[in-house]
């Protein structure tokens, strides 16, 4: 396959919470002490207010960055569609990508799709976009937040992460441009899931090695680098979403072992299911330089293989990754983690059944407001409010039909109020919430999360980040809203 | 101009129940026990009552909606009855509605009662309830102790007190409404408190503890109103009359607006000059002589103390620890216990206020009874209720003076 296009841009989210594995060990090493040594690192774990979808819509938002104020956003700069790829997706039938690109406050005439059943869903979303990133940018965001069995090995390897990558036209500001793709498929059930189950039921680890890996891996690289006209040898980093043994002799069997590979995925986050290759491969674009070449696979039911060659883009390129791993809390409480992914059901009082019904007629109609993060300015008098209104919160001004939309979810916010909240339901208690004012003028009453007890004070600024609002668990339905977080 | 309500309404009898955990009365024994006394107050039989108005806040939780609850409870003899609310004003409201009926001549006797029977929930604190259903997608599900406290956290860096500093004024509120509830004997919570105590209690919402918290009661209160020349009729002399009813609703400016910062409550200000004016009173703090005011928590009394004109901005705290507003100071507030103590069934609050004025500027307070220096009792006394949150909320201000024949 010729060369289509490049990434322009890339996100990485890794949710701020880390449990270390040794706390995993601690734990449930009793339940099957023989298997168990101490496992180093740790994997990151969404807060309770985090999922698939909200993870998604953190990584992509460096990738869609708001044009400046009052500039128009180009039309060009403008993704054609959006790839929302996770096999943890939290809604089974709801198009949670025209959510994603709600949040991202982006036209409603973008094209979606919505990827999941393998763990190749993202590296097949990069292949697919390809088709069109010569005429229009593509977005690619990948996401996976997969429940783990207690006890079970992938408690232990599985972590929480999202990445996003945008396609377009190859130029002088790209960071990489994919030479080449190759796709194989093979019907190897390494793993399964079936609609509905709660966790992922995998087979021996040396079966899937020796049979699958070792087999389909090196035979699909070595036709890719054929049709590409280069050799193992010229490959400077190798993405490959595998642990450090297993990638280790993967890479021999590619012929690619001198390629650099980034371990920190692995240790410091978790496999993250389908979006675990496009963190390695953000991480492959961390450390490459121009004219190098990247070799990045997807594996789940057969492979995926992409050739890349970085550009001057990556010079000045982000760090996405390492500033994403390096943003970091120790989650001290095992048991703590259970009840953030329900696998523990925690008395949390009467205050907890309170019902969270939802009117969806008003969902609809004040959607803007809700996943966009948008208030109002008022075009007369220049105040910016939350939520929009038919009159002008100014006292000065109350003027009538006014307000245009201005989004609020990228503004610089500064803590009014504070409290911590014993006596409210919260899933992680203290409740913290206060009164946020906008740089841009306006004040809202919001909830800050990812902060603990101790954290906030008078002044301190704030970002916003969209979140799970809360649970309705009578009619199973999750809502989302803009929460501030410590900037 | 209009001319105002001044001296056109009097209070002919009142009534309140014991305020408390009453776990076996329900709304209408609550009603009843306050009206039984209100109507034996009065001198009047129960047929001359010729308009009520009923103030109850969590209906869904006791009484149901409407008026009907009242109007069945004490089988009134089916005159015009309306169900008001106003968050936690709702008290006061059904008094203005029975006082502005009398003023306006639609009618020479109404009555005003409000009731909340709190708890039937099987939790503490108050019960859960939704915000609206738009402001359920956005807002905070906050609790009012979370709502109150940010007050603290707010004032505390905008007059540079150390919060330890600003805690120990408001436990002296707190101890000083419990050390006043001790000679109440229909308050909620007649124990003694160290200001020890206070700053150990355990956490509810930062930096409140829970004896920062007002009591949570069931209970309610009832007053019969009517114009001066029935009173007289009645064979009343000292009757206490209506000065000023005024209400102050946030518009969103809290909300919404950067103007505000979250120190205080935008409305009670507002409120209170409409009041003053309505009263005729140029200078509050020489011409009144006892408050009750709206200290649902520790920290809204101290604020309410600036925003009513009692104390200088910033100044509060010191006016609070130099005992200005105990029993011996120079404004006593909450003589009876105040929210704090009494407890806070919400609709019958405003009402239960005005009671202990009412009681008080009769002479009839028993053993919390004021004296001034010359052994006069006072003659003037303000209510003051805040319905919501500081971010958004109804001020009420009620001025009620003595009228002597």
């Given at each position: 396959m010729t060369a289509q296009g490049a990434i322009l841009r890339y996100g990485v989210h890794v949710p701020k919470l880390r449990l270390p594995r040794a706390a995993i060990d601690a734990a449930m090493a009793w339940a099957n002490p023989p298997a168990r040594k101490v496992s180093p690192g740790a994997r990151a774990i969404c807060n309770w207010d985090e999922d698939a979808l909200t993870m998604a819509v953190e990584a992509a938002r460096s990738c869609v960055a708001a044009p400046a104020r009052g500039a128009a956003r180009e039309a060009a700069a403008l993704p054609h569609s959006i790839f929302f790829c996770s096999t943890s997706a939290p809604f089974a039938d709801r198009d949670e990508a025209i959510l994603l690109t709600s949040a991202l406050d982006l036209p409603e005439s973008i094209e979606t799709l919505n990827l999941g059943g393998s763990l190749r869903a993202g590296t097949s979303a990069l292949i697919s976009a390809l088709r069109h990133a010569h005429t229009a940018p593509s977005l690619v965001v990948a996401s996976d937040a997969r429940l783990t069995r207690v006890g079970s090995p992938q408690e232990l390897t599985y972590g929480d992460a999202a990445a996003a990558m945008m396609l377009g036209p190859s130029?002088?500001?790209?960071?990489?441009?994919?030479?080449?793709?190759?796709?194989?498929?093979?019907?190897f059930v390494d793993h399964y899931r079936m609609n509905g189950a709660d966790f992922d039921y995998a087979l021996e680890e040396r079966w899937v090695r020796d049979e699958s890996l070792l087999q389909i891996v090196p035979k699909t690289v070595a036709e890719l680098l054929s049709a590409a006209g280069c050799s193992g040898a010229d490959i400077r980093h190798f993405a490959v979403p595998a642990g450090a043994a297993a990638a280790q002799r993967i890479a021999r069997a590619c012929g690619v072992e001198a390629?650099?590979?980034?371990?920190r995925v692995l240790t410091e986050c978790g496999d993250a299911g389908a979006a675990l290759p496009l963190l390695m491969l953000s991480g492959a674009l961390e450390a490459a330089a121009p004219g190098e070449l990247i070799l990045a696979v997807g594996i789940g039911q057969g492979i995926d293989a992409l050739l890349l060659r970085a550009e001057a883009g990556v010079r000045e390129g982000p760090r996405a990754l390492s500033e994403a791993l390096a943003r970091r809390r120790e989650e001290s409480s095992y048991v703590r983690y259970l009840s953030h992914r329900g696998l523990l059901n925690v008395d949390f009082g009467m205050r907890a059944e309170r019902d969270q019904r939802t009117a969806h007629t008003v969902a609809f109609?004040?959607?803007?407001?809700?996943?966009?993060?948008?208030?109002?300015?008022?075009?007369r008098?220049?105040?910016v409010q939350f939520p929009p209104s038919r009159v002008c919160v100014n006292p000065a001004c109350r003027a009538t039909d006014t307000q245009a939309p201005y989004r609020l979810a990228d503004s610089a916010g500064r803590v009014k109020s504070f409290t911590e909240d014993w006596q409210a339901y919260a899933a992680r208690p203290p409740y913290l919430y206060g009164n946020v004012e906008f740089a841009e003028g306006g004040n809202l009453l919001m909830e800050i999360t990812d902060t603990e007890s101790g954290e906030i004070k008078i002044n301190d600024a704030v970002r916003f980040v969209f979140r799970i609002k809360d649970d309705d668990r009578a009619r199973g339905f999750r809502r989302y809203f803009w929460k501030a977080t410590k900037a | 101009m209009a001319s105002g309500i001044k001296n056109k309404v009097v209070i002919a009898g009142m009534g309140c129940s014991k305020f408390g955990e009453r776990w076996s009365c329900g709304p209408d024994d609550l009603m009843v026990e306050a009206f039984d006394e209100a109507i034996g107050d009065a001198g009047i039989e129960r047929d001359r009552i010729e308009a009520a108005w009923l103030g109850v806040f969590f209906d869904e939780q006791s009484t149901g909606k409407s008026s009907l609850p009242l109007s069945m409870a004490l089988r009134l003899p089916n005159v015009p009855t309306t169900r008001v609310e106003n968050l936690c004003a709702t008290g006061t409201e059904a008094l203005r509605g029975a006082v502005y009926a009398v003023a306006a001549g639609a009618c020479d006797i109404a009555l005003a009662m409000g009731v909340e029977k709190l708890k039937d929930t099987g939790f503490g604190g108050l019960p859960e309830r939704t915000k609206g259903t738009f402001e359920d997608l956005y807002l905070p599900s906050s609790t009012a102790p979370g709502a109150f406290a940010q007050l603290a956290s707010a004032y505390a860096d905008r007059h540079g007190y150390s919060m330890a500093e600003l805690k120990r004024a408001m436990a002296h509120i707190s101890c000083k409404s419990h050390e006043n509830a001790t000679r109440n004997p229909k308050a909620h919570l007649r124990n003694r408190i160290t200001p020890q105590q206070v700053l150990d209690a355990p956490a509810v919402s930062y930096p409140l503890g829970v004896l920062d918290c007002c009591g949570v009661s069931d209970g309610a209160a009832c007053a019969i109103v009517t114009t001066p020349a029935v009173a007289r009729s009645l064979g009343k002399r000292d009757v206490v009359a209506v000065q000023a009813l005024q209400l102050a609703p946030s518009n969103g400016v809290e909300m919404g607006h950067q103007s505000w910062d979250g120190?205080?409550?935008?409305?009670?200000?507002?409120a209170a000059q409409r009041a003053y004016a309505e009263a005729g009173i140029g200078n509050p703090r020489e011409q009144i002589d006892l408050i009750e005011v709206h200290d649902c928590f520790s920290i809204t009394e101290l604020v309410l103390m600036e925003d009513l004109g009692f104390s200088d901005?910033?100044?509060?705290?010191?006016?609070?620890?130099?005992?200005r507003y105990d029993r011996d100071g120079a404004i006593p507030c909450q003589i009876d216990g105040g929210l704090k103590c009494f407890g806070h069934p919400i609709g019958a609050t405003g009402l239960r206020m005005a009671y202990e004025i009412y009681l008080q500027l009769l002479g009839r307070a028993g053993d919390r009874q004021l004296r001034s220096g010359a052994g006069r009792g006072p003659a003037?006394?303000?209510t003051h209720n805040l319905g919501g949150i500081p971010n958004r909320n109804i001020a009420s201000v009620s001025i009620l003076g003595l009228l002597s024949a």
């Open positions: 130029g002088p500001a790209a960071l990489a441009t994919i030479l080449a793709t190759r796709t194989v498929g093979s019907d390629a650099q590979r980034d371990e109609r004040k959607r803007g407001a809700l996943n966009g993060f948008q208030g109002g300015r008022c075009t008098c220049g105040t | 120190t205080h409550t935008l409305t009670t200000p507002l901005i910033g100044r509060a705290p010191h006016d609070v620890l130099d005992g003037i006394g303000l």
